[in-house]
């Protein structure tokens, strides 16, 4: 979101003494950003149609190439544990599947961030395939959860005359004097006292 534009023209105007740009015209542009931008949101979240985000598909991308050098041991797999070596093969990791919609259980990442681990990543790829990933993942980073976040969210903008209505309106009590506060007394600044 930005006002840039209208704060520059504001700061001109203010240092060659005119005020032409009136602060309402910064907030009618901040505004309509504000709806252009909702509306790039949610028709990019809509057009999606795969189960994940471009941004979580590349996170899996990148998890996939990460687990290359972990090697699982899927011998017990059965009972939903296998065992993983890391590259060295001097450290080997118990991972725990835990089912779809969730990370399989190991090092304290696992817990961590709704995302499996290398070793819980290699696990997967070798019991379920790449392409399965994405289904031991957390909810919240499928296109189903972005999608319904701007499920029923509308952002109309008024119209103009609604708008020219309104400052219509708030001239007229400014005009009328009515709903103009006094300002608060303040002492005079002694240097300014002529005796
Ligand atoms: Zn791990």
């Known amino acids: 979101m930005s006002s840039q534009g209208p ?4 700061a ?7 005020r032409s740009s009136e602060p309402t015209k910064t907030f009618l542009h901040k505004m309509d950003n504000i709806h252009k931008r909702l509306y790039e949101a949610k ?13 979580v598909q590349e996170r899996l991308a990148d998890l ?6 972990y ?22 990791r118990r991972v725990v599947f835990k089912g779809e919609g969730a990370p399989p259980e190991c090092c ?23 392409g399965n990933l994405w289904k031991y993942i957390h909810p919240r980073y499928l296109t189903s959860t972005w999608q319904s976040q701007y499920h ?34 303040i002492a005079p600044c002694v240097s300014l006292v002529v005796s």
């Open 7 to 10: 704060e520059s023209e504001n």
């Open 12 to 18: 001109a105007d203010l240092i060659n003494g005119i």
């Open 43 to 55: 028709a990019a979240a809509n057009d999606c149609k795969d189960p994940v985000p471009p941004r």
């Open 64 to 69: 996939i190439i990460k687990a290359r050098p």
């Open 71 to 92: 090697v699982p041991t899927v011998n017990q797999v059965s009972v939903g544990v296998c065992t993983v070596a890391s590259f060295s093969g001097r450290e080997r």
């Open 108 to 130: 304290a990442f696992s817990g961590k961030y709704g995302q499996p681990c290398y070793h819980g990543a290699a696990a997967i790829i070798q019991v379920y395939g790449e």
């Open 152 to 185: 029923n969210v509308d952002f109309e903008l008024p119209s103009q005359t609604a708008i020219d209505e309104a400052f219509a309106e708030a001239r007229r009590l400014v005009d009328n004097g009515d709903n103009l506060q006094v300002p608060k007394a």
